[in-house]
């Protein structure tokens, strides 16, 4: 599989992002350590359901009236030597199942007849998943998926209910054993935070620190995507036009990840190219 990883950052900071701010009494507790009248200004504004939205964006704001925002930027890619690393074109892995389509559906999670169990029904059977936008797994969730059913615990999880999430699974496909084909690189994405506002922007430079420590603990972070290098630059002004400076600082975070792809998909790719 090819990886995303800029896709990989934007949904856990967006998800995670989403949860700390709807959660006044969670918003207050990340930022109990920074001054008072700093912090109720910024729960006051962007706390709560009805606080201010902060974007998660792909590229920066045009108007500054926009500018409370945290900008996922895609940074260098380096490949791993391959003559020291048997890296390109290696053998990086077997399979057992090739599941052939990324379906993306929108659900919602009710209470089973067993009320300890959250359950989601798809449309269609799910062979595996991928993602749930906004939401982070916990071992302590036991989600599992059987069918076209996803079941999770409801103990910690009632705020889920009702609530439509963007589903990403893969359904279709056929057994089958083989082999991957690919190579590992170093993958660079930096997570800026800006705001006209200096004190908003100390407060969004705290919750990214929470961020990056929840993503830590994630079993993507354990097994997918490992993190080799993460560095906070200075907090600067970004722009100073002679109206409101634009306050930015960047978390750069480098993953070392494995892209790969499937000896019948690179069979396949192979005869498209020689046609």
């Known amino acids: 599989m090819i990886k995303s990883v800029d896709t990989y950052v934007f949904n856990k900071v967006k998800g995670l992002l989403n949860q700390l701010l709807k959660d006044k009494a969670v918003l207050n507790e990340t930022l109990q350590n920074i001054d008072e009248k700093a912090r109720e200004r910024f729960i006051e504004t962007f706390g709560g359901e009805e606080g201010k939205e902060?974007?998660?964006?792909?590229?920066?704001?045009?108007?500054?009236?926009?500018?409370?925002?945290?900008?996922?930027?895609?940074?260098?890619?380096?490949?791993?030597?391959?003559?020291?690393?048997?890296?390109?074109?290696?053998v990086t892995g077997n399979y057992d199942y090739i599941a052939s389509n990324l379906v993306n559906e929108y659900g919602e999670f009710q209470y089973g007849e067993d009320e300890d169990k959250l359950y989601m029904k798809l449309s269609n059977p799910i062979n595996d998943l991928s993602h749930i936008e906004g939401i982070e797994f916990s071992e302590e969730d036991n989600l599992s998926f059987e069918d076209s059913y996803l079941t999770i615990n409801a103990n910690n999880n009632e705020w889920l209910v009702g609530e439509s999430f963007n589903?990403?699974?893969?359904?279709?496909?056929?057994?089958?054993?083989?082999?991957?084909?690919?190579?590992?690189?170093?993958?660079r994405v930096g997570i800026t935070a800006l705001s006209t506002n200096i004190d908003t922007?100390?407060?969004?430079?705290?919750?990214?620190?929470?961020?990056f420590i929840i993503m830590r603990e994630s079993k993507d972070e354990q097994f997918t995507y490992n993190l080799s290098k993460s560095d906070f630059s200075s907090l600067k002004e970004m722009i100073s036009d002679g109206d409101r400076p634009v306050?930015?600082?960047?978390?750069?975070?480098?993953?070392?990840?494995?892209?790969?792809?499937?000896?019948n998909s690179a069979y396949e790719l192979s005869k498209l190219i020689t046609r």
């Open 167 to 187: 589903i990403h699974y893969y359904t279709g496909g056929q057994k089958a054993h083989g082999i991957s084909y690919g190579y590992q690189s170093a993958e």
């Open 201 to 211: 922007l100390r407060c969004l430079d705290i919750i990214l620190k929470t961020i």
């Open 247 to 263: 306050y930015a600082r960047t978390l750069n975070l480098t993953y070392i990840v494995t892209h790969s792809v499937e000896y």
């Open 54 to 90: 902060i974007n998660v964006l792909y590229t920066y704001p045009q108007s500054k009236s926009d500018f409370n925002a945290f900008v996922i930027e895609v940074g260098p890619s380096t490949m791993k030597d391959s003559k020291r690393d048997g890296s390109l074109g290696s």
